[in-house]
């Protein structure tokens, strides 16, 4: 047995957190997790529409079927966010008492266009560790128009006729080009960019966007929260979609 052995040795059994060449492996655990969901908004000439679904999920799994993504700050301006929950509610609650701050300064509601640019310096605030979220801020500007205002993760925005953001915008925004393409704000003279549907055209449009999406999105299913702002204030409505 001693003769077979000769001439080999044992390898040392892998230290704790290193492969079988002895590397150091870094941890895999992340800050951040998607839960899922889709939020889009529509401008219209003297309207606005929000909508947002409700289920929150992790990996293959529903959390809840009733979880809002939009946070109303004034009765003209909202924001929609889909992403990580928690940066998700930390970011509203941040927003919402600035939001209150501002009122009880000025002693007037804050603009749609303020609130866009808070939510853009909020966000830019936090680039080195950013909030994991995908934010629409939407509502009426001071002429009345529909406005949306679309996001990325640490603050760049513009100012557009529709967006969709979140787990099902690969599948909507196709629809949404289709229907409501308007022209490049990078065009000069600048064109208007809000769609030119009615008002409850444009609320069908939507609905059918969801329903499309949740056919083959797992993580856009349950209910969606659709908001209608106008001037005389702000119209809730709820689509069910599938609850599978």
Request: glycine letters at 8%.
């Amino acid at each position: 047995m001693a003769a077979a052995t000769a001439g080999y040795k044992l390898a040392a059994a892998p230290k704790a957190g290193a492969d079988s060449q002895g590397v150091k492996q870094h941890a895999t655990w992340s800050p951040y997790d998607d839960n899922g969901g889709t939020c889009l908004a529509v401008a219209g000439a003297d309207y606005c529409i929000v909508a947002a679904t409700t289920r929150m999920s992790t990996g293959y799994s529903i959390l809840t079927r009733r979880s809002t993504k939009i946070l109303q700050l004034t009765d003209k301006c909202v924001i929609a966010s889909a992403g990580c929950q928690v940066d998700m509610k930390a970011l509203q609650k941040l927003l919402q008492s600035r939001n209150v701050m501002f009122q009880h300064n000025h002693g007037k509601p804050m603009s749609c266009k303020g609130a866009a640019q808070l939510l853009s310096n909020t966000l830019y605030y936090k680039r080195f560790f950013p909030y994991y979220t995908f934010n629409l801020c939407a509502g009426l500007d001071e002429e009345g128009k529909g406005a949306v205002y679309t996001y990325d993760a640490i603050g760049s925005y513009e100012r557009t006729g529709y967006s969709c953001q979140g787990s099902g915008k690969d599948l909507m925004q196709p629809v949404l080009d289709n229907q409501l393409k308007a022209a490049s704000p990078l065009l000069v003279p600048a064109r208007n960019s809000t769609t030119t549907l009615p008002l409850e055209q444009a609320i069908d449009l939507v609905k059918d966007a969801f329903v499309s999406a949740g056919e083959r999105d797992i993580y856009t299913g349950d209910y969606v929260e659709v908001l209608i702002i106008t001037k005389d204030g702000i119209r809730r409505e709820e689509l069910q979609l599938k609850l599978d």
